[in-house]
């Protein structure tokens, strides 16, 4: 379970630097996960990603399917994106990462089928342009709910959502929240919580600027589901996150005790 509070950061880090954890100085701490945008963010609240519906949060396991919206993006010599690594949590939060080759339009089942959450897609081989040319999409077989996307050119998913892994923890000091327009009011708000359990509000900010940093202060668990979701006070808007913070791999990072 997520926690408010933790016991001082000067406990945590014990005088190291965010400079010192990204360049890998520290055993056991990394940065925070990558990055997320979206395009169409509007009146009501929505999750921060590239699908333009908010996510659904998994009841089961599923198998999924990863297609794209552009013939270019496939393994027969195709100019965009040729195959794509899908990082996902068994039910035990235990990671696995299959590679897929694309085909294109066609969607192509992943072979696994026990997808419980996934924390990252990304091409791992393109053709000429280096990266996708069209929107992929992963989605569930059975339910049709979008899982991951990776919009064109990225390369990457860009998504608030993830799942803290086995063995891990998530110490989120805020985000920088970023618009390109600053005549609207733009409201974020952090939501967590555990399988079987409801996605609860932690935080909740309203910003003008173009550029602002909201502070958090929330130690994240090993299986917490966390997402980040926004509305704009009128019309629609283009939101970008970067996270402030640091992964706590447990077993390595106490063993620098």
């Known amino acids: 379970m997520s926690t408010d509070l933790f016991p001082g950061d000067g406990d945590l880090y014990r005088g ?6 990204a360049a890998g100085e520290v055993k056991g701490l990394s940065l925070s996960p990558t990055s997320a945008s979206d395009n169409t963010v509007g009146l009501g609240f929505k999750t921060v990603w590239a699908p333009a519906t908010s996510w659904v949060r998994p009841l089961a396991t599923e198998q999924l399917q ?4 552009d013939v270019a993006d496939t393994a027969a010599a195709g100019v965009g994106a040729r195959a794509a690594a899908v990082t996902y949590l068994r039910d035990d939060y235990t990671p696995i990462t299959e590679i897929v080759t694309l085909n294109g339009t066609t969607p192509v089942t992943l072979l696994n089928t ?3 959450r996934v924390i990252d897609t990304r091409v791992t081989l393109a053709g000429s342009t280096d990266s996708n040319v069209g929107t ?3 989605s569930g077989v059975t339910s049709g709910d979008p899982w991951d996307c990776i919009e064109p050119g990225r390369g990457i998913c860009t998504s608030s959502v ?11 000091h805020g985000a920088i929240v970023t618009t390109l327009d600053t005549t609207k009011i733009v409201t974020t708000r952090l939501v967590s919580g555990r399988a079987g359990d409801p996605m609860l509000e932690r935080r909740r900010f309203e910003s003008v600027e173009l550029r602002d940093y909201v502070p958090v202060g929330i130690l994240f668990e ?6 980040v979701e926004a509305m704009v006070s009128t019309g629609s808007a283009v939101l970008h996150l970067d996270p402030v913070g640091v992964v706590i791999d447990i077993k390595r990072f106490r063993s620098t005790s």
């Open 136 to 138: 992929i999409s992963l």
């Open 66 to 69: 990863i297609v794209s919206d």
């Open 114 to 116: 026990d997808p419980w």
């Open 222 to 227: 090993e299986g917490d589901d966390v997402a």
């Open 162 to 172: 993830t799942t803290i892994q086995a063995g891990f923890k998530l110490y989120l």
């Open 16 to 21: 190291f630097t965010y400079n010192d954890i």
